[in-house]
């Protein structure tokens, strides 16, 4: 099968009216937002041309999307969810806020892991959450230690405290590990705090490496998860996803506002029921050219621009480049937009350790990949 990342052109995407597409002049190539270059996977085209036909185009009801999601996880990860486990939610992002409010109040403190996604910091503090930052280690892996301390000192008031994780991280395409998460269980079990973490990219990680389900781990009974096909199969213009509390949470999530139930969209949850039933195939193809993405963006960048530091993402198809070395402000993407006509998306945004970072969106066609690095070279000549 054709990778989809090389079934559209150029002419093509500047057809599209979302916001990745309309958000610049058109001489600027966007690889920026998280959407995909690429055409929605046949099954979910089918469900969707389907239901718009039908005129199905009301209030969402039921548990077509969480029995969906629940073949998924056991398919592919070996992880067993029931439905009496979840809430629909209208997107992961507005999933977090709500399961927030559920287990921390106004003032409560809220730990996250910079540099992390921006929209972590604008939901927290408009919530009136205090954002506790314990940073990524300079492998951009997890630090239990300071996590350890970090938890300590937010509990010490007697406040709630709630840890808001990425998993896998955006980002650094981090995909954290076994050892990694059992640390944060045994961590968060000992000090009271409650885990909240976002799996948007879950079904995003690339061969050799292994995505872990938090809930699916011992320890984790008084946890929640959040995920979605959006990021996968580039649906987050048809909005839903999937809250998720573990064992001992569940009475918790049963107090969640029946309304949040009426904010997804019914052709979200169609489509994306769709791609986790049947989009299986298309999301092997798509990330076979992800992990040919990522590695030719390391050899374009070697050759053009071997100042840049690049790690393999593990996951996502994210891209996190450490630009300090050529010189630049601390906004790099600023150099790139306004003398290469790239738009990438600044590193300071995503908190402590993006000062003279970007992050670029690979999931683009190999040709538009290589004109935005030869582009970006010439930016800094």
Known sequence: MTSPLQRLSLDDLRRRTSEKWRRYPSDVLPLWVAE??????????????????????????????????AGFARDRWGWTLESAQTRLVPDVMMGIVEVLRLVTGHGDA????????????????????????????????LDPDALDRAFERAVAGGRRVAYLLCSPHNPTGTVHTREELSAVADLTERHGVRVVVDEIHAPLVYAGKTFLPYLSLPGTGRGFSLLSASKAWNLAGVKAAVAVAGADAVADLDRMPPEVGDG???????????????????????????????????????????????????????????????????????????????????????????????????????DLLAEAVRRMAAAVR
């Not at 270059?37 to 469900?47: H, K, N, S, T, Y």
């Not at 996250?112 to 951009?140: A, C, K, W």
């Not at 960048?301 to 993402?313: E, K, N, S």
């Open 264 to 366: 997804p969209s019914h052709l979200g949850v169609i489509g994306h029921s769709a791609a986790l039933r049947a989009g299986g195939p298309w999301l092997d193809s798509l990330l076979a050219g992800l992990d040919g993405n990522r590695r030719l963006l390391g050899e374009l960048l070697a050759d053009q621009l071997p100042q840049v530091r690049y790690r393999l993402p593990e996951g996502t198809y994210l891209a996190w480049l450490d630009c300090r070395a050529l010189g630049l402000p601390d906004d790099p993407a600023r150099v790139f937009l306004e003398r290469g006509r790239v738009a990438l998306l600044p590193g300071p945004d995503f908190g402590p350790g993006g000062e003279g970072h970007v992050r670029l969106n690979l999931a683009t066609s190999p």
């Open 36 to 69: 995909m270059d690429v055409p929605l996977a046949e099954p979910v085209v089918r469900a969707l041309t389907e239901a718009i036909a039908l005129g199905d185009t009301g209030y969402p009801t039921g548990t077509t999307y969480a029995d969906a999601l």
């Open 110 to 141: 809220v730990v996250i892991n910079p540099p992390v996604y921006p929209p972590f910091y604008q939901f927290l503090t408009s919530m009136g959450r205090r954002v506790v930052e314990v940073p990524l280690d300079d492998r951009h892996r």
